[in-house]
C-alpha cells in the first residue's frame, strides 16, 4: 500500500501563492487517483481537487475553482496542489489521499492518507 507525505505548507498573507506536495512511496502511484482534502477547525474535512490515475482528468471543489491547480508527476511519484490567489477561508490542515476509485469526492472512499499540512492564511 502505498505511503504519503505532504509538504510545502506554512503562513501566507491574503492574496499569495502556495504549492503543496504530495510525495508517494511506491512506484504503483500511477494506479491511483490523487485527491487533496482540508479540514479546517470545527468543520468536517472536505474535497479540494482531485486528479484521476493518468492525470487527464482533474475535478475541484467549487470554492477553488479558478484558483487551484492539482498536477502529478507519475515518474517523481508526486501530486502537487498549487494555490494562487489565496484567502483567510483557506486557512485548513491539507490532506492528500489516494484511491482506486476514479475521482470520489467523499473522503470515506480514500483509504490513504498524508499526514497533512498546516496552510494559514492571515487577512
Known amino acids: 500500500q502505498v505511503q504519503l507525505v505532504e509538504s510545502g505548507g506554512g503562513l501566507v498573507q491574503d492574496g499569495d501563492s502556495l504549492r503543496l506536495s504530495c510525495s508517494a512511496s511506491?512506484?504503483?502511484?500511477?494506479?491511483?487517483?490523487m485527491a487533496w482534502f482540508r479540514q479546517a477547525p470545527g468543520k468536517e474535512r472536505e474535497f479540494v481537487a482531485g486528479?484521476?490515475?493518468?492525470?487527464?482528468?482533474?475535478e475541484y471543489a467549487d470554492s477553488v475553482q479558478g484558483r487551484f491547480t492539482v498536477s502529478r508527476d507519475n515518474v517523481k511519484n508526486t501530486a502537487d496542489l498549487q494555490m494562487n490567489s489565496l484567502k483567510p477561508e483557506d486557512t485548513a490542515v491539507y490532506y492528500c489521499?489516494?484511491?482506486?476509485?476514479?475521482?470520489?469526492?467523499?473522503?470515506?472512499?480514500?483509504?490513504?492518507w498524508g499526514q497533512g499540512a498546516q496552510v494559514t492564511v492571515s487577512s
Open positions: 489521499a489516494s484511491t482506486f476509485l476514479i475521482m470520489p469526492t467523499d473522503p470515506d472512499k480514500y483509504h490513504t
Open positions: 511506491r512506484r504503483s502511484f500511477s494506479r491511483y487517483t
Open positions: 486528479i484521476t490515475s493518468s492525470g487527464q482528468s482533474t
